[in-house]
Antibody, heavy 117, light 107 residues
Framework: EVQLVESGGGLVQPGGSLRLSCVASGFTLRSYWMYWVRQVPGKGLVWVSRINPDESVTRYADSVKGRFTISRDNARNTVYLQMNSLRAEDTAVYYC??????????WGQGTPVTVSS | EIVMTQSPATMSVSPGERATLSCRASQSVDNTLAWYQQRPGQAPRLLIYGASTGAAGVPARFTGSGSGTEFTLTISSLQSEDFAIYYCQHYNDWPFTFGQGTKLEIK
């Protein structure tokens, strides 16, 4: 069974940092693009970042470029999102999503991030 | 960035009736279009990809159509569990973008 389990969310002050983790199971992580999507409670969905299987290609939403870094450790079946210089507008639930075919079929349960003083 | 516009924002429909949800892209996305269902407190669930291909385990009452800039999700006979928010999303090129969602309410 494919599973994606996020962790690392929590309460952080503006300007602070958090590292989110997504542990994958039930499939071979190194074969898939992986993504992070966020959702402000009660609002819509936004793609945050993506990374290809060998980590040679990463892309970011303009709103997080220069502050967030996506990475992966295929040996540990884990994808990361390092979030620096956090702002109030980064407050959201962050989901880990698997690519492949069909695309975006598997989502984690989400980890909440709150940026507040 | 491609803007996805969904209509209507809210739709009130009676169980057993048909619902037709629309999604428009600001430029052509070919058939790189997905539909999701999201229930409160849950992650989005993939319903349709490639504009018209049903994801595994999705009931046949959900059908997708369209290509280019105009897309439709049809739910043929609404069941109680179908009342939720529906999002369309293109994956033609980065950044992928979602529509703002259509909330399907019980009439």
């Amino acid at each position: 069974e494919v599973q994606l389990v996020e962790s690392g969310g929590g309460l952080v002050q503006p300007g602070g940092s958090l590292r989110l983790s997504c542990v994958a199971s039930g499939f071979t992580l190194r074969s898939y693009w992986m993504y992070w999507v966020r959702q402000v409670p009660g609002k819509g969905l936004v793609w945050v970042s993506r990374i290809n299987p060998d980590e040679s290609v990463t892309r970011y939403a303009d709103s997080v470029k220069g502050r967030f870094t996506i990475s992966r450790d295929n040996a540990r079946n884990t994808v990361y999102l390092q979030m620096n210089s956090l702002r109030a507008e980064d407050t959201a639930v962050y989901y880990c999503v698997r690519g492949g075919s069909p695309p975006f079929e598997y989502w984690g349960q989400g980890t909440p991030v709150t940026v507040s003083s | 960035e491609i803007v996805m516009t969904q209509s209507p924002a809210t739709m009130s429909v009676s169980p057993g009736e048909r619902a037709t949800l629309s999604c428009r892209a600001s430029q052509s996305v070919d058939n790189t279009l997905a539909w999701y269902q999201q229930r409160p407190g849950q992650a989005p669930r993939l319903l349709i990809y490639g504009a018209s291909t049903g994801a595994a385990g999705v009931p046949a009452r959900f059908t997708g159509s369209g290509s280019g800039t105009e897309f439709t999700l049809t739910i043929s006979s609404l069941q109680s569990e179908d009342f939720a928010i529906y999002y369309c999303q293109h994956y033609n090129d980065w950044p992928f973008t979602f529509g703002q969602g259509t909330k399907l309410e019980i009439k």
